[in-house]
């Protein structure tokens, strides 16, 4: 069984930082892409920030300049540092990882999994 889980979540007043971290741990081969999205209530799961295997970084732009992400291959780890945030930020914050799993018989398909959701505040 894969298991993402997620850290760091917290109130944090405007224009303050707030880093994110998952692991994800399991009888993992390869994780491919590796990130995280958000959900404000009542609107969409929105793609944040993801980095590929190799390193190639996709951010959505209300992010860029503001966010960055990270990788630990080694550990299988994805950290998301958010800097001079604002109110518009507030959401739930879910890992996503894109992994092949390894069993005893072979190799899994590519498989999409998620962590439980860390709550993100931004409020003076």
């Known amino acids: 069984q894969v298991q993402l889980v997620e850290s760091g979540g917290g109130l944090v007043q405007p224009g303050g930082s707030l880093r994110l971290s998952c692991a994800a741990s399991?009888?993992?081969?390869?994780?491919?892409?590796m990130g995280w999205y958000r959900q404000a209530p009542g609107k969409q799961r929105e793609l944040v920030a993801t980095?590929?295997?190799?390193?190639?970084?996709t951010f959505a732009d209300s992010v860029k300049d503001r966010f960055t992400i990270s990788r630990d291959h080694g550990k299988n780890t994805v950290s998301l540092q958010m800097n001079s945030m604002n109110p518009k930020d507030s959401a739930v914050y879910y890992c996503?990882?894109?992994?092949?799993?390894?069993?005893?018989?072979?190799?899994?398909?590519?498989?999409?999994?998620w962590g439980q959701g860390t709550q993100v505040t931004v409020s003076s």
């Open positions: 996503n990882a894109k992994i092949v799993g390894e069993e005893g018989w072979g190799l899994t398909l590519e498989n999409d999994y």
């Open positions: 399991g009888n993992i081969f390869s994780i491919n892409d």
């Open positions: 980095m590929s295997l190799g390193g190639r970084t």
